[in-house]
């Protein structure tokens, strides 16, 4: 059995999220449980967190005594953050599954992975992007450089790869 939790205001997804919400639920092999969730809500000018358990979730709520045991032992009541409950859940040994990237789309594959399929299939890929993927493949075949190239973090060299296709789609 897992006990994991999203926090709904920091998904990426977040701008479909009314307020800040945490949505936890139960999983194991054969079975997910129903998500029970915790809002805040202003009450007298103060965030609140509320528990709402649907009628689907009682046995989700049903393991997380030691959740309401901690928020209870901590005096949660009063002024409790979302940060605070999230942390609250890790230190628990609740496991954070929120989707904070988009995934992405077979059409926002990264330049490294088309890259690896133009290698394969170089006729089915954009102008632009064969001779991209040209330079990327002499600068990477020299000697000294393609360890260097490889020490550059994985966001670093897309940011590289969009600049230098932008230039060459201009330039086209």
Same mark, same amino acid.
Request: hydrophobic residues 30%; aromatic residues 12%.
């Given at each position: 059995m897992k006990k994991v939790f999203i926090r709904g205001s920091k998904a990426y997804y977040a701008r @479909?999220? +009314?307020?800040?919400? !945490?949505?936890? #639920?139960? @999983?194991?092999? @054969? /079975?997910?449980?129903?998500?029970l969730s915790i809002i805040w809500k202003?009450?007298?000018? &103060? =965030?609140?967190?509320? !528990?709402?358990? /649907?009628e689907d979730a009682w046995s989700t709520l049903a393991h997380c005594g030691d959740l309401i045991k901690a928020m209870n032992e901590d005096d949660f009541a009063d002024g409790a953050t979302e940060e605070d409950v999230a942390q609250l859940l890790r230190n628990l040994g609740y496991e954070d599954i929120t989707p904070y990237e988009r995934p992405k789309t077979q059409d926002e594959k990264s330049y490294i992975d #088309? /890259? /690896? @399929?133009?290698?394969?299939? =170089?006729? *089915? &890929? =954009? +102008?632009? *992007? #064969?001779?991209?993927f040209g330079f990327l493949r002499d600068f990477t075949d020299r000697r000294g450089l393609r360890q260097e190239w490889d020490q550059i973090d994985d966001d670093i060299q897309e940011e590289i790869l969009e600049t230098w296709d932008e230039i060459i789609t201009k330039e086209l």
């Open positions: @479909e999220v +009314q307020e800040d919400e !945490l949505w936890i #639920r139960i @999983e194991d092999d @054969e /079975y997910v449980g129903a998500d202003n009450i007298s000018g &103060t =965030p609140s967190p509320i !528990l709402n358990v /649907y #088309r /890259y /690896y @399929e133009w290698l394969n299939k =170089p006729k *089915e &890929t =954009p +102008q632009n *992007e #064969r001779i991209l």
